[in-house]
């Protein structure tokens, strides 16, 4: 689990996966994707990253249909 700590990965994967961000979260985790990545292709900083991972905040706007472009990326 690159740059993941137990407890940010335990908190993803109990997160509300009605979330987006949580979806991109567990997405993320489980491909092993960092979150620096993540931040550096949405065009965002990894604090955003966090607080969409763990559903402290939902993406809007056009942050939404990157991360929908960005997860259909990932199958």
């Keep these: 689990m690159r740059g993941y700590s137990i407890r940010v990965a335990e908190a993803i994967k109990a ?3 009605a979330h987006l961000g949580v979806q991109l ?3 993320c985790l489980a491909r092993d994707i960092p979150v620096s990545d993540v931040a ?3 065009r965002v900083t990894r604090q955003t990253v966090y607080h969409w991972f ?3 905040s939902e ?3 056009g942050a939404r ?3 929908q472009t960005y997860l259909a ?3």
């Design 15 to 17: 997160g509300d996966s």
């Design 25 to 27: 979260g567990r997405a």
């Design 40 to 42: 550096k292709g949405l």
């Design 54 to 56: 763990l559903g402290l």
């Design 59 to 61: 993406p809007r706007g």
């Design 65 to 67: 249909d990157a991360i």
């Design 73 to 75: 990326s990932l199958d």
